[in-house]
Structure formats: C-alpha cells, structure tokens
T-cell receptor, first 112, second 114 residues
Framework: DAKTTQPPSMDCAEGRAANLPCNHS???????VYWYRQIHSQGPQYIIH???NNETNEMASLIITEDRKSSTLILPHATLRDTAVYYC?????????????FGEGTQLTVNP | NAGVTQTPKFRVLKTGQSMTLLCAQD?????MYWYRQDPGMGLRLIHY???????AKGEVPDGYNVSRLKKQNFLLGLESAAPSQTSVYFC?????????????FGPGTRLTVT
C-alpha cells in the first residue's frame, strides 16, 4: 500500500473553503485514494474516494493530480462541525476483510 | 435510515465478567467489521464478516468472539473481560469486495474493565 503524507494540522475560517493536501507519490495504477474523518469521540466517517478523475459529493470534492502523486480534499464552506482529524488512505479497490488503517492525519480546526 | 447502530453506548465491567456488544445496520451491506481504538491510537481490526453465517479473524482477535446469524447484525462477545480490553469499540459495514474500503461506522461503545 502506498504511503501517504499529510500536514499535521491546519486552520480554516468558518465559511471559507478548507483545502487538505495529501501526498502519495508511490501510488500504483490500481490504487484508490480514500478520505475519512474522525470527529472527537465519534466513529470515523467516510467522505469520498477516487481513482484518477476528480470526484464530488454532498460532503466534499476530491482533486487528484494528473500524475496521481497527490490529491486535495476540499470542503467548500467549512463549518465548526467540520473540525476533525482527516485521513487520506491509499488502497487497492478492495479485498475481503479490508482493514482500514489510519496514519497521523491532519487535524483541521475551523475557527469562528 | 439509521445507518450503523451500536448498543450499549457505555459499559463498565469487572475483570472476568462477560458481555456482548450488538451492531446493527440497515444498509443491506454484505461486510461487517469490529474495530477497537485505544486512546491516541488508530483502529485495529478485531474480527470481520463477509456475509451471513461467516466470520474471520482480524489483527487482534484474542479474547473476543463474534457471530453473524443475520445479515444486518454482527455481535462481539467478550467471554472473560480483562483490563487490557478497555477501549472504544467501533462497528462498521460496507458493500462487497469492490467497495470494502467505503466503510460506514457506528457511534462506538466505550468499555471500561476494572
């Protein structure tokens, strides 16, 4: 599995876009980029994933560079409830018993 | 659509006692998982199931047993609780193999063993 690198912390003003970067320079062709977050004391929450095209859902957008060596998760209008640790994970599409392992992640703090 | 629910939310056990944690999902997911998360640490997979009537060991299965008698339910049992099992337990579910990294988690059960 490709190693990912994320900044340990970021701040964002409420109502502004939060752009969370992730480097995955050793990603292979069949590996997807997944994003999760964990709000304090809650269960992890799946956000979005993609292979090579940009993706958007009701929560966020995922921008993957053309060489797929990095990606950015965008929360278009951050709210205080978006304060959480965000995890970028790179995995092959899926196998039975797929175990999620989170690295250090990025602590995003949304300020009023 | 409740998603993934877990009962109980909190429990305190004495060493040697037993208990069962219940996980239920209403998304018709094939796969279900039990993780534990210790303070400041990441998730560790205890057991998982790829379908009704099937279970398999994860990375930290010792001291736990599971059962998946119905597709929507996944039970985690502690036969003889130990202080080392003090943790937050999360259940998750997902669709089949191709989407197995798109997991949906419950709110967690906070277990303290004294």
């Amino acid at each position: 599995d490709a190693k990912t690198t994320q900044p340990p912390s970021m701040d964002c003003a409420e109502g502004r876009a939060a752009n969370l970067p992730c480097n995955h320079s050793t990603i292979s062709g069949n590996e997807y980029v997944y994003w999760y977050r964990q709000i304090h004391s809650q269960g992890p929450q799946y956000i979005i994933h993609g292979l090579k095209n940009n993706e958007t859902n009701e929560m966020a957008s995922l921008i993957i560079t053309e060489d797929r060596k990095s990606s950015t998760l965008i929360l278009p209008h951050a709210t205080l409830r978006d304060t959480a640790v965000y995890y970028c994970i790179v995995r092959v599409g899926g196998t039975s018993g797929s175990r999620l392992t989170f690295g250090e992640g990025t602590q995003l703090t949304v300020n009023p | 659509n409740a998603g993934v629910t877990q009962t109980p939310k909190f429990r305190v056990l004495k060493t040697g006692q037993s208990m069962t944690l219940l996980c239920a999902q209403d998304m018709n997911h094939e796969y279900m998982y039990w993780y534990r998360q210790d303070p400041g640490m990441g998730l560790r997979l205890i057991h998982y199931s790829v379908g009704e009537g099937t279970t398999a060991k994860g990375e930290v299965p010792d001291g736990y047993n599971v059962s998946r008698l119905k597709k929507q339910n996944f039970l985690l049992g502690l036969e003889s609780a130990a202080p080392s099992q003090t943790s937050v337990y999360f259940c998750a579910s997902s669709f089949g193999t191709a989407r197995s990294y798109e997991q949906y988690f419950g709110p967690g059960t906070r277990l303290t063993v004294t």
